[in-house]
């Protein structure tokens, strides 16, 4: 007899689920038997998570983009809702994080870049995501706010500090009708990010990305 598992039928889409928390976060959802639509810019990548789940006996559908493309992700978007009718959750780890630099010698290409990946693609795909996981009687978005405040990070510290404002209104708009807005607080992790901002650092004494999606998922999805 086959065991049923707590995400069985269920949709979730993952934007940013190449590497770290977000692939991390795509297993572990795929392990609960949610069927993962994995979103990322590197096709190399998402092919490897791919090959992860499927040996796990899991299940996902991959689309390689850029969360920053509104058309791209408006046409995801709408074949998620063709094919399934709609999603049921939603975890969001795509970011952007420059070279660190004083804040007096931040360039405008820098400064671009993390406001278009880190605020306005956020923005906008809370604007098309809503609609497509409303209808589930688990509707969830989950997004992360990672700890530290390194030096010369202003750009990225401001774009963060940005979205973190921008989910925390949402999650306030939703909490009596829903959907569910979740912004958790991983531990410190060996990721590309953080690497930049600590390079040197003892990864040995960072959490696994693994674990932390364990330990942050479960209690909403695995109870």
């Given amino acids: 007899m086959t065991q049923t598992k707590p995400l069985d039928g269920r949709i979730a889409l993952v934007t940013g689920a190449s590497r770290g928390l977000g692939a991390a976060s795509a297993e572990w959802l795929a392990g609960q038997g949610a069927h993962v639509v994995a979103v990322a810019r590197t096709s190399g990548a998402l092919e490897e998570l791919d090959d992860r789940i499927q040996a796990a006996g899991g299940h996902a559908t991959l689309a390689p983009m850029d969360v920053t493309v509104d058309d791209a992700m408006a046409h995801l978007c709408r074949s998620i809702h063709d094919r399934w009718g709609k999603a049921d959750i939603w975890v969001h780890t795509a970011i952007h994080a420059t070279a660190l630099t004083p804040a007096s010698q931040i360039r405008d290409k820098d400064l671009d870049a993390n406001i278009r990946t880190n605020i306005r693609a956020t923005a906008r795909l809370i604007a098309m995501v809503e609609p497509l996981i409303a209808p589930s009687d688990m509707a969830t978005?989950?997004?992360?706010?990672?700890?530290?405040?390194?030096?010369?990070?202003?750009?990225?510290?401001?774009?963060?500090?940005?979205?973190?404002?921008?989910?925390?209104?949402?999650?306030?708009?939703?909490?009596?009708?829903?959907?569910?807005?979740?912004?958790?607080?991983?531990?410190?992790?060996?990721?590309?990010?953080?690497?930049?901002?600590?390079?040197?650092e003892d990864k040995e004494a960072l959490a696994r990305p693994r674990d932390e999606a364990a330990r942050l998922l479960a209690p909403l999805f695995a109870g």
């Fill in 141 to 200: 978005a989950v997004f992360f706010d990672d700890a530290g405040d390194p030096m010369y990070s202003g750009a990225y510290e401001m774009s963060k500090a940005a979205q973190r404002g921008l989910v925390s209104r949402w999650q306030a708009e939703t909490a009596k009708f829903g959907p569910r807005v979740e912004l958790l607080q991983p531990k410190p992790m060996p990721t590309a990010v953080r690497a930049r901002f600590y390079p040197g």
